[in-house]
């Protein structure tokens, strides 16, 4: 038993902390680790959504989401289908004692809005950034009413950094900072809001925000259901 951690753009799972164990006593190390670790059981799960992204000056941009997605302690699979036009396969594998991979297959040919129309970067469809080298742990804030141990990763080829913010309770991250190097002030942040707690200890998150200079993205979610693989 132990924070757990996988994650997608559009889906945020994990599991909570065991009984008895309190984030507050891990290390910035062991508490990186603990959140980095892979789920222990399979799980699938189907979720429906919609996204809108804003820019000043230009049209509204908005799309309808569905999302099919299985993992294991291992891999990541999913399709995200966006309008019932364009049809995205995502892989993230993280084998014991080996990188994290990622691979995003594009639709062909892929009908304007596409996923990447609305704001995103390919490190939002993995949370990939939660795997970029520690810095240091940051003074202690709160988010949303609700205490968070902040840690400041780095990109490993040195494209910037980001501050992450995580639940110091349950370990789920509450928001991220990006910021380019050499820059006080973050260029895009990430918020999550609304998470629920299913009966198996998986989170969903209800709503997504990104936002950057002159422009906004929010992604509301409407209907999840998630299951182990091999239940009814």
């Known amino acids: 038993m132990r924070i757990t951690v996988t994650s997608l753009w559009l889906l945020w799972l994990c599991l909570g902390l065991p009984a008895g164990l309190k984030a507050s006593t891990l290390s910035a ?17 189907e979720i429906t959504g919609r996204l809108t992204h804003q820019r000043v000056g230009q049209a509204r941009v908005s799309g309808d989401l569905r ?12 399709q995200i289908v966006l309008n019932d036009k364009n049809v995205y396969g995502f892989v993230q594998k993280h084998p014991p004692g080996e990188p994290l991979s990622c691979k995003l297959s594009l639709p062909e040919p892929e009908e304007k809005p596409g996923l990447f ?3 995103l970067e390919p490190e939002d469809l993995s949370f990939s950034f939660l795997y970029w080298d520690f810095i240091a742990e940051l003074p202690s804030q709160k988010s949303r009413m609700r205490n968070c141990r902040i840690m400041r990763l780095a990109h490993p080829d040195n494209k910037g950094q980001v501050e992450v913010w995580f639940d110091a309770e349950y370990g789920f991250p509450l928001l991220a900072k990006w910021y380019k190097e050499e820059q006080k002030k973050p260029w895009r942040s990430l918020e999550m809001k609304g998470a629920k707690k299913y009966e198996n200890g998986l989170w969903f998150v209800k709503e997504m925000r990104l936002d950057g200079d002159g422009w906004k993205t929010r992604v509301i979610f409407d209907f999840a259901s998630l299951k182990d693989i091999g239940s009814k």
Not at 31 to 38: G, K, Y
Not at 67 to 78: G, K, N, Y
């Open 29 to 45: 190390e062991q508490f990186l680790a603990e959140v980095r670790r892979p789920l222990t059981q399979d799980v699938w799960g």
């Open 117 to 119: 129309d609305f704001g």
């Open 67 to 78: 999302l099919r997605i299985s993992f294991s302690s291992s891999s990541l699979h999913a």
